[in-house]
């Protein structure tokens, strides 16, 4: 089983989301996650890689040419408002349903978020990838309460999402 895991956007080229009162950074936030689902899962004996890339089409090339068995890619979610909050996880397929109910499991057990579901969605990277693919967004990174767990409970986050992984290895 090999996992490929995506921090979305990138570093220099493409900041994600930001709050507009922290200044608070979705790239930042979904890189700690992912080097954090990246230790876990080693821990785990999960072989994995992290990949983030600024082109969507480079994301899909390096999981597909890494032969990546499971995909996960990392987001923060904002909102205009900046009142809305909570977790969802995004698939495409139908193991993709299985793999993102895990995930979304994992998170809405062990950290105080509003659960927003799972959704089905039409998204680049979880049609382009071969490997069993989903998208969470952790939380939204423009609220202060969500903002709050993504800062002081980021590795709450990626033990779920490892968690995740290992039940769908499992079952
Ligand atoms: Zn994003």
Redesign the pocket.
């Given at each position: 089983m090999k996992v490929f895991i995506n921090p979305?956007?990138h570093v220099i080229l493409d900041s994600?989301?930001v709050n507009p009162v922290t200044g608070d950074r979705?790239v930042d936030v979904?890189i700690e996650c992912a080097k954090l689902v990246e230790k876990y899962l080693l821990a785990a004996g999960v072989d994995c890689t992290v990949g983030q890339y600024n082109e969507l089409y480079e994301i899909c090339d390096a999981s597909n040419a890494y032969d990546a068995d499971l995909f996960v890619s990392i987001?923060?979610n904002a909102c205009a408002s900046h009142q809305a909050r909570g977790t969802e996880t995004y698939y495409k397929s139908f193991n993709g349903q299985r793999f993102a109910n895990y995930i979304q499991s994992q998170i809405i057990r062990s950290l105080p978020v509003t659960d927003r579901g799972v959704k089905e969605g039409n998204l680049y990277v979880l049609k382009h990838t071969e490997a069993v693919a989903v998208l969470v967004e952790l939380a939204f990174i423009d609220n202060p309460e969500d903002l709050a767990l993504l800062k002081n409970r980021i590795d709450d986050f990626a033990r779920a999402i490892a968690r995740g992984v290992t039940d769908y290895e499992i079952a």
């Open positions: 979305g956007h994600g989301a979705e979904v987001h923060c």
